[in-house]
């Protein structure tokens, strides 16, 4: 990953070492941590990791790193649990860019866990046994994916506006979402895409956001997007549906309003979240979690928040960490997970998704 005009991120190959080079990076692993967190792991994973994601029921952690290869831990006490690498990603080496595992279903035995690759391979591995089940290459680098929250469907999104969806089942490629020809029309991405997701309990919705600074709305029923946010500038997984479905988080990796709550109705926007005392953290990871709060990471001033909506401050931080954090994700049992550099860090919070 690297840093280009604007601040964007491109994934260039496993030579690339950090896109966050600046004099406030360091080499210690040992964060400080203050507020509602409380740390329980910190695991060096021995090379750069640019994403994460728990399984269904919190108990392990998948992380993905920049040579391909996939860590799955274990969240009790940290120990490796599987490595998930096959020929192909072996000999490509080009980071792990998103990780998803599957909502679970009847005719799951074991964690299923979606990766994208940054070569544009989509890979899904069975967990237990290690094994790749299911491969697709796409003509372009893909960035991140998103199930539907029944399981039956994937997006993927990358280099170019294009996002495609699969059937979950037979990995046929069933739709592609992109803008219309009209020059006096934005209805669709006109850059990368790097952010996904779905409304909650919604198979039809869902909303992505990337380069272009828009956050564009997509329904099945249509190829093109129905309306947009102008505004955020996405260059990671920072877009964020809250449970009721009608707030919309958004993370801008800039210098300034980098964090800001919108109406999913009618996309006017509802605020914006203070920047933390100790600095400016120019956004790449962002998540509602709960009713009340929102998880955030980033890089410049790099450190993981935890943001109390109803006071608009930080409750608990993870700061003075070695690198950019590009990813965050919250367990079920409400344990954070964040990553910097070569570290997995795993901090209990107080609270549920």
């Not at 998103?98 to 005719?107: D, K, N, Q, T, V």
Request: with cysteine.
């Amino acid at each position: 990953m690297q840093p280009t005009r604007r601040g964007r991120l491109s994934i260039a190959g496993p030579s690339v070492l950090n896109p966050t080079t600046n004099p406030q990076d360091n080499l210690t692993s040992s964060p400080s941590i203050s507020g509602d967190l409380r740390l329980l792991h910190t695991i060096d994973c021995g090379d750069q990791l640019l994403c994460c994601q728990f399984n269904n029921e919190g108990t392990r952690v998948a992380a993905g790193i920049r040579t391909g290869t996939i860590k799955v831990l274990s969240v009790n006490d940290g120990s490796l649990h599987q490595v998930l690498a096959d020929s192909e990603t072996v000999a490509l080496g080009l980071p792990v860019t998103s990780l998803h595992f599957m909502p679970r279903g009847p005719a799951h035995n074991g964690d299923v866990l979606l990766a994208t690759y940054s070569g544009g391979k989509v890979k899904l591995w069975h967990v237990p046994s290690r094994t790749c089940v299911r491969t697709i290459t796409e003509d372009r680098q893909t960035m991140i994916a998103s199930f539907n929250p029944s399981g039956s469907k994937f997006i993927t999104g990358g280099a170019g506006p294009g996002i495609y969806m699969y059937d979950a089942q037979t990995w046929a490629k069933i739709q592609t979402f992109s803008p219309s020809y009209s020059p006096t029309v934005m209805d669709g991405h006109t850059s990368r895409v790097y952010a996904l997701t779905f409304f909650p309990d919604n198979d039809e919705r869902f909303i992505s956001g990337g380069w272009d600074d828009t956050v564009q709305f997509w329904s099945m029923q249509s190829s093109h997007a129905l309306r947009r946010i102008s505004g955020p500038h996405v260059c990671g997984d920072a877009v964020s549906i809250d449970k009721t479905g009608t707030h919309i988080l958004t993370g801008s990796w800039r210098r300034n309003n980098t964090l800001q709550i919108w109406e999913a109705e009618t996309g006017s926007k509802i605020m914006d979240i203070p920047e933390d005392f100790r600095g400016h953290s120019q956004i790449y990871t962002c998540h509602f979690l709960g009713v009340d709060h929102i998880v955030a990471g980033g890089s410049r001033n790099n450190l993981c928040r935890l943001i109390d909506r109803r006071i608009l401050m930080s409750t608990g931080v993870l700061n003075d960490l070695p690198g950019g954090v590009y990813s965050t994700h919250v367990s079920p049992r409400g344990v954070l997970a964040a990553t910097s550099n070569n570290y997995l860090y795993l901090a209990q919070t107080p609270l549920r998704p």
